[in-house]
């Protein structure tokens, strides 16, 4: 994911985002500590927009979320930042498929201490949403974040929004995918993207705002 900017080491060459990143972010100290740590990864460029992190745990208070869903995990980073902004009865149900890197966060979950809330399962996301569906779950859950693989962002989209209750939020990652929406081509995770994009605009179930935060994130209300 492109970052608009980074809380760790400021907007280097843009005084302005630097200004925006000193004047507004209020990152838990184990949260930032996260940050930095994630930033030494190779793909540190797929961490949520800081930014964007502390808008999702605002609208996680505000809806007084509880059960979440999270897809795509990566070092936990955003999977932290949500959880604490949720009581103490509050849970995140994480879904990835590669341990290796989400490793990397659970010992900063665990120094944060809510590890307790967090439901970590290494599988294929399509795979335990139709679990929850099948579970009877649909309608119980406050938020969902979707930041995985594009070209099944329609499937996350359309199951998240069948467990999600009416007013709940789902937040969607990475959908200006740094332009390449303009020009979708052949490229199968820019069509995933750009599908998505076009349905959700026709999508009555839902009120919407694209915000060009990061690398742009949809915000889809449930009807």
Same mark, same amino acid.
Request: charged share 25%.
């Given at each position: 994911?492109?970052?608009?900017?980074?809380?760790?080491?400021?907007?280097?060459?843009?005084?302005?985002?630097?200004?925006?990143?000193?004047?507004?972010?209020?990152?838990?100290? *184990? $949260?930032?500590?996260?940050?930095?740590?994630?930033?030494? &990864?190779?793909?540190?460029?797929?961490?949520?927009?800081?930014?964007?992190?502390?808008? #999702?745990?605002?609208?996680?208070? $505000?809806?007084?979320?509880? &059960?979440?869903?999270?897809?795509?995990?990566?070092?936990?980073? %955003? +999977?932290? &930042? #949500?959880?604490?902004?949720?009581?103490?009865?509050?849970? *995140?149900?994480?879904?990835?498929? %590669?341990?290796?890197?989400?490793?990397? !966060?659970?010992?900063?979950?665990?120094?944060?201490?809510?590890?307790?809330?967090? =439901?970590?399962?290494?599988?294929?996301?399509?795979?335990?949403?139709?679990?929850? $569906?099948?579970?009877?779950?649909?309608?119980?859950?406050?938020?969902?974040?979707?930041?995985?693989?594009?070209? &099944?962002?329609?499937?996350?989209?359309?199951?998240?929004?069948?467990? $999600?209750?009416?007013?709940?939020?789902?937040?969607?990652? %990475?959908?200006?995918? !740094?332009?390449?929406?303009?020009?979708?081509?052949? =490229?199968?995770?820019?069509?995933?993207?750009?599908?998505?994009?076009?349905?959700?605009?026709?999508?009555?179930?839902? %009120?919407?705002?694209?915000?060009?935060?990061?690398? !742009? *994130? +949809?915000?889809?209300?449930?009807?």
């Amino acid at each position: 994911m492109t970052r608009t900017f980074k809380s760790h080491d400021g907007a280097k060459g843009d005084p302005l985002m630097e200004y925006v990143s000193q004047n507004s972010l209020r990152e838990h100290a *184990v $949260l930032k500590k996260l940050g930095k740590r994630t930033l030494e &990864n190779r793909l540190s460029a797929m961490m949520v927009a800081c930014e964007q992190a502390q808008l #999702m745990a605002n609208l996680v208070k $505000l809806i007084k979320a509880k &059960n979440m869903i999270e897809v795509g995990v990566y070092t936990g980073y %955003n +999977t932290l &930042n #949500m959880v604490l902004a949720v009581p103490d009865d509050g849970k *995140v149900l994480a879904y990835d498929i %590669n341990l290796e890197v989400v490793n990397i !966060g659970k010992p900063f979950w665990k120094e944060a201490g809510v590890e307790h809330k967090i =439901d970590l399962r290494i599988k294929p996301a399509t795979e335990t949403l139709d679990e929850l $569906l099948e579970a009877g779950e649909a309608g119980s859950f406050d938020f969902a974040f979707i930041d995985a693989d594009k070209v &099944n962002y329609g499937l996350y989209y359309e199951k998240c929004l069948q467990l $999600l209750r009416k007013g709940g939020i789902i937040v969607i990652d %990475n959908v200006l995918w !740094g332009g390449k929406v303009l020009n979708s081509g052949n =490229d199968l995770d820019t069509l995933g993207i750009a599908k998505l994009n076009e349905k959700i605009y026709r999508d009555s179930r839902v %009120n919407i705002s694209i915000l060009t935060s990061g690398d !742009g *994130v +949809t915000l889809a209300f449930k009807q």
